[in-house]
């Protein structure tokens, strides 16, 4: 028997214990280049844990899921967070846990709004990036260097991902 979760809107307040949304709704604003840009600032803090630890920036480029999505299997980074900012003007979806004893709890699934990312704090269970509709590219701020940051769980039972009523996946 599968369990079923259905998706949410991505909100700062319940995204929240996973980590920070990254848009252009910051809070902490101010002019720079001579009045040219605006920078919105501070909108996410980047951990980075372990000896030999240093922050990098990739570009991962996801293929598109369908939905309903049979979630199998979970992973967290405990030496550093990453953060997911696409570069197109694509949804995607953001799948997280809360730690139960050092698994993963009940997960909840979150849509972006286009140009909308995420932050992921350190330690926090969460899916794979997951692109929707169209192949996507991100850029990703994580943790480079030695250590083991990679942890998975593998679902005895799998979850299904789904669309709100009356939403088109």
């Known amino acids: 028997m599968s369990r079923h979760v259905t998706i949410e809107p991505l909100a700062r307040t319940a ?8 848009d252009t709704d910051g809070d902490e604003r101010f002019t720079i280049n001579a009045g040219m840009t605006e920078r919105i600032h501070a909108l996410g803090e980047i951990e980075i844990a372990g000896q030999g630890g240093k922050p990098i920036l ?5 293929q598109p899921y369908t ?23 694509r949804e995607f979806l953001v799948i997280v846990c809360p ?6 709890g009940r997960p909840r699934a979150f849509l972006t709004a286009p140009h909308q990312g995420v932050n992921l704090k350190r330690n926090v ?45």
């Open 15 to 22: 995204f929240a214990p996973f980590g920070q949304v990254l």
């Open 58 to 62: 990739s570009i991962f480029r996801g």
């Open 67 to 89: 939905l309903p999505l049979t979630l199998k299997m979970v992973e967290r980074h405990p030496l550093g967070s990453q953060a997911f900012m696409p570069l197109s003007d």
């Open 99 to 104: 730690d139960e004893g050092g698994v993963p």
């Open 125 to 169: 269970w969460h899916g794979v990036l997951t692109a929707l509709d169209a192949p996507s590219d991100f850029l990703i701020a994580d943790r480079g260097g030695p250590g083991d940051n990679l942890e998975e769980y593998h679902f005895d039972d799998p979850y299904v991902i789904e669309a709100p009523e009356g939403k088109a996946s």
